[in-house]
């Protein structure tokens, strides 16, 4: 294997580890604060009813707790956060899951934050161009479709978007036969109903939080199927709630269940742009965020080269990515370097992507891996 290669593989496992600790911790502060919210909602039969009041949630406190679990999702390498979840227990579904609608949503929102005013900023521009004598760039301040505080506080409503859940049977929502109608209704219920009871128990008049926790299973354009609460139009459903809706499918599907295995990110990706695309123009501009930031090579995604390699990626923009087969599909036990695909380099070789092989993932290929990276997956 080469210096640069080892170097990166050391610089990647001390990272997970590192990142293993801060998710333990982060479980632990969200554990409490469940935990908290199952005896204030009386499913701890035992805890007497004076100590309720102690179980309310201190939004100031809180916000110290979900601001650790925030800063470490934001200094986490996105190929650490991929490679760690499939290998944890079905039983952390529900921290899992919010951390990762916590994740997606806050870099998709991003991300349309930067293209909105963008976008705005060209329009003006474009459009008071005879008339700016005196404009130079750089001296429009940027315009944000959310300030910087807002998205703070819709991260944090990202977070605990699913605390209605608390309200209803783990063994209804872990059920590996279909649901009833009664039973997919009683569901439903912790979005608008039970989600809606959190917020008034705990004093929580945030908007934005609220409008996450209650909607985000709303439709999102005219006549959607299975969509519910109802809200008065999916035109005046605002972006960081259908952003939310967007993040909850993805993590859903992408994450392992007690009733069935985890989906192909890619796949998935896939099949959330082309259900919500042609829509109309600020919800196709959140499927371009959403595309953009997670990507159709997801770091940690196995790719097929049209020679017949499989490589392995390192970083979704390039991609950069470690070659690991032969044209045979042999293992090659030590990688020379990285390669960006996108450099002339890379396509004087013509190393391209394979678009007719969707990519997969390391649980997929595991038997083709080489060592260093089946160490990397399974540790």
């Known amino acids: ?48 009813k004076d100590d309720e009041d102690s179980d309310i949630i201190n939004v100031g406190e809180s916000v110290h707790a979900i601001n650790k679990i925030l800063e470490m999702l934001y200094e986490t390498d996105r190929l650490i956060l991929n490679s760690t979840k499939d290998y944890f227990s079905t039983d952390d579904y529900l921290f899992q899951h919010s951390l990762g609608v916590c994740y997606i949503g806050t870099v998709v929102l991003k991300r349309f934050n930067e ?66 109608r009664d039973e997919l209704k009683e569901v439903q219920k912790h979005a ?57 499918i993805y993590s859903a599907m992408t994450l392992k269940r007690s009733y069935g295995e985890a989906g192909n990110p890619t796949k998935v990706v896939n099949t959330i742009f082309r259900d919500y695309s042609g829509r109309d123009p600020i919800l196709q501009l ?40 032969d044209q045979a599909g042999h293992t090659i036990e030590s990688a020379e370097k990285i390669i960006d695909l996108s450099s002339h380099s890379s396509k004087s070789l013509n190393l391209f992507i394979d678009d007719q092989h969707r990519p997969k993932t390391p649980i997929e290929m595991f038997d083709r891996l080489p060592e260093y990276l089946k160490k990397f997956h399974s540790e």
């Open 286 to 325: 959140i499927l371009y965020s959403f595309v953009k930031e997670i990507g159709t090579c997801p770091e940690g995604s196995i790719l097929t080269l049209k020679n017949g390699q499989s490589v392995y990626v390192i970083n979704s923009r390039g991609p950069e990515v470690i070659v690991f087969t």
């Open 1 to 48: 294997m080469s210096i640069e290669v080892e170097q990166k593989m050391l610089e990647l496992m001390q990272a997970k580890k590192n990142f293993l600790k801060k998710y333990q911790r982060a479980k632990q502060l969200f554990s409490d604060l469940v935990k908290s919210q199952e005896r204030l909602f009386n499913k701890d039969s035992q805890k007497k």
């Open 192 to 248: 608008g109903r039970y989600g809606t009871l959190f917020l008034k128990m705990n004093g929580i008049n945030n908007v934005y939080v609220e409008n996450i926790i209650k909607y985000h299973h709303a439709a999102i354009y005219r006549n959607e199927k299975n969509a519910y609460p109802v809200y008065q139009s999916p035109s005046d459903l605002p972006p960081y709630v259908k952003i939310s809706k967007l993040a909850d």
């Open 115 to 180: 293209l909105f005013s963008q976008y705005i900023k060209n329009m003006l521009t474009a459009k008071f161009k005879e008339t700016l004598k005196h404009y130079r760039e750089g001296d429009m301040a940027p315009f944000f479709y959310y300030p910087p505080e807002a998205v703070r506080t819709i991260s944090m409503g990202y977070l605990i978007h699913d605390m209605g859940k608390i309200m209803i049977p783990d063994s209804l929502l872990n059920k590996k036969s279909g649901l009833s």
